[in-house]
């Protein structure tokens, strides 16, 4: 015996409220894999939750430290070097914008005003690139949020056309007939609710999040470039 099997058993002997195992081992089979879905996605979604809150405070919390230590540094260059390997986007941006420094400055002659715009299109590219990389998970719980319920819907949908059936094939139109197979039906849409209203909450919030920090790495971005335009002028 199974372990929900033995959970339905245990509650059968009193029916006096709804018992989400019973519902679930009593629908349809087409039913039960739309609730299977929709949980392991429920499931998922948590995950992406709570992992991206912790990822977005790491992330946050090492950027603070190397911009606060990058502006301290009296050799760049040699401060890029012994950090410019960690896992920081703030590194990753003014690795960038260094690489794209090297390259402009190498030559005999210098043009200031071409250096001036490739700077800021490097950097602008890797702000962008570093958002996109926070963000990407993101799109799970968007999609989650926008087709849960419609899934939901569906398992509902065929479930009350399944309870019509049983209505048609024992030609009794009780309610104690009708009812058994609307709310398993109904269960559906229901879990398909808890999956998308937890996704659409928390895609709404982190992606505000996301673009409050690039909206930061902009600021470093453009203080990193006048510096460099300050070496220019120098």
Same mark, same amino acid.
């Given at each position: &015996?199974?372990?929900?099997?033995?959970?339905?058993?245990?509650?059968?002997?009193?029916?006096?409220?709804?018992?989400?195992?019973?519902?679930?081992?009593?629908?349809?089979?087409?039913?039960?894999?739309? &609730?299977?879905?929709?949980?392991?996605?429920?499931?998922?979604?948590?995950?992406?939750?709570?992992?991206?809150?912790?990822? &977005?405070?790491?992330?946050?919390?090492?950027?603070?430290?190397?911009? %606060?230590?990058?502006?301290?540094?009296?050799?760049?260059?040699?401060?890029?070097?012994?950090?410019?390997?960690?896992?920081?986007?703030?590194?990753?941006?003014?690795?960038?914008?260094?690489?794209?420094?090297?390259? %402009?400055?190498?030559?005999?002659?210098?043009?200031?005003?071409?250096?001036?715009?490739?700077?800021?299109?490097?950097?602008?590219?890797?702000?962008?690139?570093?958002?996109?990389?926070?963000?990407?998970?993101?799109?799970?719980?968007?999609?989650?949020?926008?087709?849960?319920?419609?899934?939901?819907?569906?398992?509902?949908?065929?479930?009350? &056309?399944?309870?019509?059936?049983?209505?048609?094939?024992?030609?009794?139109?009780?309610?104690?007939?009708?009812?058994?197979?609307?709310?398993?039906?109904?269960?559906?849409?229901?879990?398909?609710?808890?999956?998308?209203?937890?996704?659409?909450?928390?895609?709404?919030?982190?992606?505000?999040?996301?673009?409050?920090?690039?909206?930061?790495?902009?600021?470093?971005?453009?203080?990193?470039? %006048?510096?460099?335009?300050?070496?220019?002028?120098?």
């Amino acid at each position: &015996m199974t372990i929900l099997a033995m959970l339905a058993e245990g509650a059968s002997s009193a029916p006096t409220r709804l018992n989400p195992v019973q519902l679930f081992l009593d629908a349809d089979i087409v039913v039960q894999v739309v &609730m299977a879905g929709l949980v392991l996605a429920s499931v998922w979604v948590w995950t992406i939750i709570v992992s991206f809150w912790l990822k &977005m405070g790491s992330v946050q919390r090492r950027c603070a430290k190397y911009e %606060s230590a990058f502006w301290q540094a009296k050799d760049i260059d040699a401060f890029q070097n012994d950090n410019g390997g960690k896992d920081v986007p703030s590194a990753r941006v003014v690795g960038a914008a260094l690489a794209e420094w090297r390259r %402009s400055t190498s030559g005999q002659t210098i043009d200031r005003e071409g250096t001036r715009a490739r700077l800021n299109t490097a950097l602008e590219g890797a702000v962008v690139e570093e958002g996109d990389r926070l963000g990407s998970r993101l799109n799970f719980l968007a999609t989650v949020g926008s087709v849960a319920p419609f899934v939901g819907l569906f398992g509902t949908v065929w479930g009350i &056309m399944e309870a019509f059936f049983n209505i048609g094939a024992q030609q009794n139109s009780s309610l104690a007939i009708v009812a058994p197979g609307i709310s398993e039906a109904l269960f559906a849409t229901a879990i398909g609710l808890f999956a998308a209203i937890p996704s659409v909450i928390a895609y709404n919030r982190y992606s505000h999040r996301v673009t409050r920090f690039e909206t930061r790495l902009f600021r470093f971005a453009d203080r990193v470039q %006048s510096m460099l335009s300050r070496e220019l002028e120098a």
